[in-house]
């Protein structure tokens, strides 16, 4: 090889320059009714924040707006699932998680994971953020979580210290509070391309009218946020599964690229004291160096892993991850023309 290739783990996977995502909490049955088929026209996975002791019953907790609808039953969950969904934890009861930590964080995980066959690793606090204190941070992890979901009006940072906090951007009618505010389709999106972070919309179950302004849209407001992200993403957004964005942060953290002393076209990747939770062990890697990419063949562990042009200059390739994972970057052999 006449260059000497760098090789870089990607901030995001497929080497996008930004992260989308949208929850749903509660779960709701009624979401067929104008969310999922705005999400299977536009191709995007949503994530559901399940309350584990509610599954397949109708919602009765007291003076909830949310009353009247009915929550999905496991076979639900998995069948949308089966279409690239997520499911969160959204507690046992939807009550207070400290008062019971270990009904509200472990009986609901283990529930949720007994009805779907699925992990589920990211626990979204119900109510408010008081659920979601350090003291339920601090317990988290003890039962196989990798992140919470909070009600924080913010993006996902590409370089935060903290992959466990996770913040969610409220796409509702109004906002309430000290400020009040309006639906806004275009809200943090281009913060989002500009800091290269993660939006993680939060909402219900949006209808012809919210059931309740200051916590859900109305179904043309979310089909037109979805289509705006849509058309403001294009090829440069990842659409993404949270659990997904969540594994591949923590790989992105734990992993670390070793080059071979003889071989310069030769690296190891460790994983250095990865989290079991982590599912999808997949990473994204990028070339640059190259003074002529496309005689380039890359393989992982003795198998062949196409690498493409994702910017100028730059090859990308996806591929899983282990501890230890070898990575040889080789020159093609040149074509030979018949004379």
Not at 206 to 230: G, N, Q, S
Request: net charge negative; glycine share 8%; aromatic share 8%.
């Amino acid at each position: 090889m006449n260059t000497k290739p760098e090789l870089s783990i990607a901030t995001w996977k497929y080497d996008k320059d930004w992260v989308y995502s949208i929850t749903y909490d509660e779960a709701l049955f009624e979401l067929h009714r104008f969310v999922v088929p705005v999400h299977r026209e536009l191709c995007i996975p949503g994530h559901l924040e399940v309350v584990a002791g509610h599954m397949g019953v109708v919602r009765a907790l007291g003076e909830s707006s949310f009353n009247g609808l009915r929550h999905m039953s496991g076979e639900e969950l998995k069948e949308l699932m089966a279409e690239g969904w997520g499911v969160g934890n959204h507690s046992w009861s939807h009550g207070m998680v400290m008062d019971d930590p270990e009904t509200e964080l472990k009986k609901s995980k283990e529930t949720i994971e007994k009805a779907t066959g699925r992990p589920c690793a990211i626990f979204t606090a119900p109510g408010s953020n008081a659920n979601l204190t350090p003291e339920v941070l601090e317990r988290l992890p003890g039962y196989g979580y990798l992140a919470g979901m909070s009600i924080t009006d913010d993006l996902n940072y590409s370089d935060a210290d903290d992959l466990v906090w996770l913040n969610r951007v409220p796409i509702h009618e109004s906002y309430g509070g000290y400020f009040e505010s309006a639906f806004e389709p275009y809200k943090r999106i281009r913060q989002a391309q500009e800091r290269h972070g993660w939006i993680v919309d939060y909402c219900h179950c949006p209808l012809e009218k919210p059931l309740h302004e200051c916590k859900d849209v109305t179904a043309a407001h979310h089909r037109e946020r979805l289509e705006t992200i849509v058309a403001e993403g294009g090829a440069g957004c990842w659409f993404a599964n949270p659990d997904d964005v969540v594994d591949y942060r923590y790989m992105r953290r734990h992993a670390r690229i070793e080059r071979g002393a003889q071989d310069e076209g030769r690296f190891r990747v460790r994983l250095d004291s990865l989290p079991d939770a982590v599912s999808r062990r997949e990473l994204t890697f990028r070339i640059k160096g190259l003074t002529a990419p496309e005689v380039l063949s890359v393989e992982v562990d003795g198998v062949n892993s196409p690498a493409a042009a994702s910017r100028a200059g730059v090859l990308s390739f996806t591929a899983p991850v282990h501890d230890v994972t070898v990575i040889e970057l080789r020159p093609n052999s040149p074509s030979r023309n018949p004379k």
